[in-house]
């Protein structure tokens, strides 16, 4: 029978977070017990953290711990304030979340090799967030305010992360999904998100060598000294998030799972 595993990054440790049955990861800048796996030892990018958020953790589960597992084990990505969970349900309290934690593999990702988040829509924006953070894209485009079609992922990225950097970002992905990536975020409205996703040895191994190998081109043109706020400070998990959605439907076969939003670090 296959196992499932289920890692929770966090920058905060919590008692809450302790009563769960989930291996706890801590990252960022503050002291963890000995609860919590710590990505400062070993091949790790710790120092990128502000930027890369949960992705300091995928990276150093790559390079330190991936290929101790076999293929029977399912792995899967959470954070602190997002948890999967096994069916869909409004989660309210600790002991909700609790109750409902997806804690072992489901009969229905049998025909499946690969789990991602359900998927969250970007069209119909509010006309004032538009004009106020798409303008640029609407002086390109001025159907853009009254046609859905044109209300994709990639006029979703530029008004909240910087316009025109996913675009810069694309230019230096690898040849056999620059093309298609760049289609996926303009013709699309709607995205697979948190960086949260569960599958098996092969595929996450093939899946963090596509995505890391891609985000260090990407430090050439962004690099670090000039990212802030919530727009550009964790460009790189902003970039990896648009990523996942595409690659995971392309490279592998994904059901789409529950997701529940809780902050318990509160």
Same mark, same amino acid.
């Given at each position: 029978?296959?196992?499932?595993?289920i890692?929770?990054?966090t920058?905060?440790?919590?008692?809450?977070?302790?009563?769960?049955n989930l291996?706890?990861?801590?990252?960022?800048?503050?002291k963890?017990?000995?609860k919590y796996?710590?990505?400062?030892k070993?091949?790790?990018?710790?120092?990128?953290?502000?930027?890369?958020s949960e992705?300091?953790?995928?990276?150093?589960?790559? &390079?330190? +711990?991936l290929? %101790?597992?076999d293929? #029977?084990?399912? !792995?899967?990505?959470? $954070?602190?304030?997002?948890?999967?969970? =096994?069916?869909k349900?409004?989660?309210?309290?600790?002991?909700?979340?609790?109750?409902?934690?997806l804690?072992k593999?489901?009969?229905?990702?049998k025909?499946?090799?690969s789990?991602?988040?359900?998927?969250?829509?970007v069209?119909?924006?509010? &006309?004032? +967030?538009?004009? %106020?953070?798409?303008? #640029?894209n609407? !002086?390109?485009?001025? $159907?853009i305010?009254?046609?859905e079609? =044109?209300?994709?992922?990639?006029?979703h990225?530029?008004?909240f992360h910087?316009?025109?950097?996913?675009?810069?970002?694309?230019?230096?992905?690898?040849?056999?999904?620059?093309?298609?990536?760049?289609?996926y975020?303009?013709?699309?409205?709607?995205?697979n998100?948190?960086?949260?996703y569960?599958? #098996?040895?092969?595929i996450?191994?093939?899946?963090?060598?596509?995505l890391?190998?891609w985000?260090t081109e990407?430090?050439?043109?962004?690099?670090?000294?000039?990212?802030?706020?919530y727009?550009?400070?964790?460009?790189?998990?902003f970039?990896a998030?648009?990523?996942?959605?595409?690659?995971?439907k392309?490279?592998?076969?994904?059901?789409?799972?529950?997701?529940?939003?809780?902050?318990?670090?509160?």
């Amino acid at each position: 029978m296959d196992k499932l595993e289920i890692f929770c990054v966090t920058d905060v440790s919590s008692k809450l977070l302790e009563k769960l049955n989930l291996n706890l990861v801590g990252v960022g800048k503050n002291k963890f017990s000995k609860k919590y796996i710590s990505v400062k030892k070993g091949v790790n990018i710790q120092k990128k953290e502000k930027h890369y958020s949960e992705l300091t953790f995928h990276y150093w589960f790559w &390079k330190n +711990k991936l290929k %101790k597992y076999d293929q #029977k084990t399912w !792995i899967g990505f959470s $954070q602190k304030r997002r948890f999967w969970i =096994k069916n869909k349900c409004k989660i309210t309290s600790f002991e909700k979340l609790k109750n409902n934690l997806l804690n072992k593999v489901p009969i229905e990702w049998k025909n499946y090799n690969s789990v991602i988040c359900k998927s969250i829509s970007v069209k119909k924006p509010k &006309k004032i +967030k538009l004009l %106020k953070r798409g303008w #640029k894209n609407l !002086i390109l485009d001025p $159907q853009i305010m009254f046609k859905e079609n =044109k209300q994709t992922v990639g006029l979703h990225f530029d008004m909240f992360h910087g316009f025109g950097y996913l675009k810069k970002a694309i230019n230096v992905m690898n040849v056999k999904d620059r093309n298609e990536f760049a289609t996926y975020v303009n013709s699309k409205n709607k995205f697979n998100p948190n960086i949260m996703y569960i599958s #098996k040895k092969d595929i996450l191994n093939k899946w963090f060598n596509d995505l890391f190998s891609w985000l260090t081109e990407c430090e050439k043109i962004f690099g670090f000294n000039n990212l802030s706020g919530y727009d550009t400070q964790r460009i790189y998990a902003f970039l990896a998030e648009r990523y996942a959605s595409f690659w995971f439907k392309k490279y592998s076969k994904p059901i789409t799972w529950h997701w529940a939003f809780f902050d318990i670090t509160k």
